[in-house]
């Protein structure tokens, strides 16, 4: 191996010595470098998922973000990328296997920085969006373009109201943690805004992002629930600044 | 800070204006910088304090929109810019990563720093990078290789880099050159230019028993664009004895301001960033840091000693 892979599996290897090259006495000062690594990641992490961190405590949590650096250091200089494989692994440790809505909250939360940094996009014109609807032909074979920063959150548990009482909306001890939640993420200005929405908005949307058109995104929700409303869900996706633009429907499911 | 008269508070600041303008040239004003962090965006905004330039750490803004580029953009159309570098890996043992290159450069291209800078260290290897400046050996091999990927980044960036004096903790037994040596022979060979870190080299120079003042004169003072201070944290190695780390969460310590005078007394006043990092204060604590070394420059103003070259 060369002196710098040695040096790099010794950073993330805890039982492996200090490499064979340090100067000695150097168990103490290789220690910096490793606890560099380790420390200014898990910060990365807590920066990321700070309700996560706060549900488990900071303890339990540099202790188990130790875990998954280990085993999923990052693979690029851009951290804002880090820790998409978080909740998936969250979902298997076995110590946090009593906070059983944690990894839906840490989904929620990497998905937040991610609409935080999508690229930015003017919305239509709401003008522009009522003809549409008004056109029958229009919206069979029309879908719509939504911004890069929109997301849907579909959970099994009540992570949208546990992160939202942690940004001092609502009680937690009101929450019923076992109740499925989904959330419409969006940026509509600088802020990123997470909606609650309901199963049948949460399936008419995503449709609309698979690239479906109007009327079978319509269909499908209904399937979903015959009381979907149309109006309301469109209504919030214009409030929130989420609609760039009108496609044709790139396939049909 | 027991060598300095501490400056009067900092008063009413009327934007970036209270300071000489900046001539359109690749250097940045002789002035003290801070570090831009997204909790000050909107105070800087309203206050439009007087600071010589702002900072940033590139990789922050490889980001696709959103509010990083909207205050960036909007705080770099009122001042000078400096963008530094912690992830290019430019002492890394593996190639270059291409396509983070280029997405600095286009970083570059599109906010048109000042100065772009990055450190003598390695933060990546193979698949994995490891958030850390990592040291190198230093010998003719990693000398050919270093200037190589500097080459390889002036040439994307289509400028000149500054390039970082490290803050080390271990020394490896088959490296051959000195590290202020090493640091010298780059920049000759490269052609880019010194970012004088005070606190890594108060800190390098603890850390190994070196002398500061003989490991300043070996380095190329010539080449400064740019001087950097920040905090150190203590500790000790396996023997008992001091070990000083780097880690930017603190403020700069009364030895690393005296090193510092020293410097600009040989060298004249240049533009110097207090960084912090970590455990980030108020805007108004880093502007007055930042002020303390304003004063430090306005006293070194008048007659630099010069330097051998």
Redesign the interface.
């Known amino acids: 191996m060369t002196s710098q892979a040695t040096f790099a599996q010794a950073l993330l290897d805890p039982d492996s010595g200090t490499p064979a090259t340090c100067q000695t006495p150097s168990t103490r000062r290789f220690a910096v470098y490793r606890n560099n690594v380790i420390s200014s990641l898990s910060d990365a992490l807590a920066d990321t998922f700070p309700v996560t961190q706060t549900l488990v405590g900071e303890e339990f949590f540099r202790a188990m973000a130790q875990v998954f650096i280990r085993q999923s250091p990052p693979n690029g200089p851009v951290l804002t990328g880090y820790g998409a494989g978080f909740a998936d692994f969250i979902e298997h440790f076995a110590p946090a296997a009593s906070v059983p809505y944690l990894a839906d909250v840490a989904r929620l939360e990497f998905a937040y920085l991610q609409s935080l940094h999508a690229a930015d996009a003017a919305p239509m014109a709401s003008d522009e969006l009522s003809a549409l609807l008004t056109d029958e032909h229009a919206l069979a074979h029309s879908g719509l373009r939504l911004h890069p920063a929109l997301s849907v959150h579909q959970g099994n548990f009540a992570a949208v109201s546990i992160w939202a009482a942690h940004q001092g909306h609502g009680e937690l001890s009101q929450i019923n943690t076992q109740q499925p939640e989904q959330a419409l993420l969006t940026r509509p200005q600088l802020a990123v805004e997470v909606t609650p929405i309901n199963t049948s908005g949460a399936q008419f949307i995503t449709c609309l992002q698979r690239g479906n058109t109007l009327a079978q995104a319509w269909q499908q929700a209904l399937a979903q629930d015959s009381h979907f409303d149309l109006t309301q869900t469109l209504s919030l996706l214009l409030r929130q600044h989420s609609i760039v633009g009108v496609q044709q429907a790139s396939h049909t499911r | 800070m027991t060598d300095f008269i501490h400056p009067a508070a900092i008063g009413q600041h009327t934007g970036a204006a209270c300071l000489p303008a900046a001539t359109p040239c690749a250097t940045l004003p002789p002035h003290a910088g801070i570090g831009l962090k997204p909790q000050h965006f909107k105070s800087v905004l309203e206050q439009q304090p007087c600071v010589g330039f702002f900072e940033v750490h590139a990789?922050?803004y490889?980001?696709?929109?959103?509010?990083?580029?909207?205050y960036l953009s909007a705080i770099r159309a009122e001042y000078p810019l400096s963008m530094h570098g912690?992830?290019?890996?430019i002492g890394?043992?593996?190639a270059l990563?291409a396509k983070?290159l280029s997405?600095i450069a286009q970083l570059v291209d599109r906010y048109q720093p000042t100065q772009f800078s990055e450190h003598l260290a390695?933060?990546?290897?193979?698949?994995?990078?490891?958030?850390?400046l990592?040291?190198?050996?230093y010998d003719e091999h990693s000398l050919a290789r270093v200037c190589e990927h500097i080459d390889q980044v002036q040439t994307a960036l289509k400028q000149p880099i500054l390039l970082e004096n490290p803050a080390t903790?271990?020394?490896?037994?088959?490296s051959t050159i000195p590290e202020a040596m090493f640091v010298r022979e780059v920049i000759k060979r490269s052609g880019c230019g010194l970012l004088l870190d005070v606190n890594n080299v108060y800190v390098s120079c603890i850390?190994h028993h070196w002398n500061a003042r003989a490991y300043l004169d070996e380095l190329p003072l010539w080449a400064v664009g740019e001087i950097h201070l920040a905090g150190f944290a203590e500790?000790?190695?396996?023997?008992g004895e001091r070990?000083l780390?780097d880690h930017h969460g603190a403020p700069v310590a009364d030895s690393v301001w005296k090193l510092y005078l020293e410097v600009l007394h040989q060298i004249g006043p240049k533009a110097t960033l207090i960084e912090w990092d970590?455990d980030v204060p108020s805007l108004e604590r880093l502007l007055s840091e930042a002020e303390h070394a304003e004063h430090c420059l306005h006293t070194c103003a008048a007659k630099p000693q010069g330097i051998r070259a």
């Open positions: 990789e922050n490889l980001v696709a929109g959103g509010p990083l580029h909207h912690v992830g290019l890996s890394g043992e593996s990563n983070h997405a390695w933060s990546s290897h193979g698949e994995n990078f490891y958030n850390d990592l040291p190198l050996r903790y271990v020394q490896f037994t088959d850390n500790d000790t190695d396996d023997l070990l780390i970590n």
